[in-house]
Nanobody, 128 residues
């Protein structure tokens, strides 16, 4: 059974930083088999792909977070991270970790419809 548990959300002021973590159990990201990503959804808005690592371990970002967010992973801990710097009020959302098996390359890894497993989410609130 795959379980993804996010943590690290909270409330910060504009310009602040947070690091989200996603601990995976029952799932291991392997070269050419699997992909993982971070998504967010604000009230009244569609879910948005924020950052993802594809099946050849290339990391891609949404244009809205490039240069501010960094996705990384610790394979020993089976944990995915999202370091978020220079946060803006428009970054306020529920952030979700997602994973899937199989092969995806490129921007397809940022599409939520490509994912099978989802965490419960962690709230990020940025105040001005």
């Amino acid at each position: 059974q795959v379980q993804l548990v996010e943590s690290g959300g909270g409330s910060v002021q504009t310009g602040g930083s947070l690091r989200l973590s996603c601990a995976a159990s029952g799932y291991t990201l392997s070269l050419n088999n699997g992909y993982m990503g971070w998504f967010r959804q604000a009230p009244g808005k569609e879910r948005e792909g924020v950052a993802a690592v594809d099946s050849v371990f290339i990391i891609r970002y949404a244009d809205s977070v490039k240069g501010r967010f960094t996705l990384s992973r610790d394979s020993e801990k089976n944990t995915l991270y999202l370091q978020m710097n220079s946060l803006k009020p428009e970054d306020t959302a529920m952030y979700y970790c997602a994973a899937a098996r199989g092969f995806r390359y490129g921007s397809s890894a940022l599409r939520g419809s490509e994912y099978t497993y989802w965490g419960q989410g962690t709230q990020v609130t940025v105040s001005s």
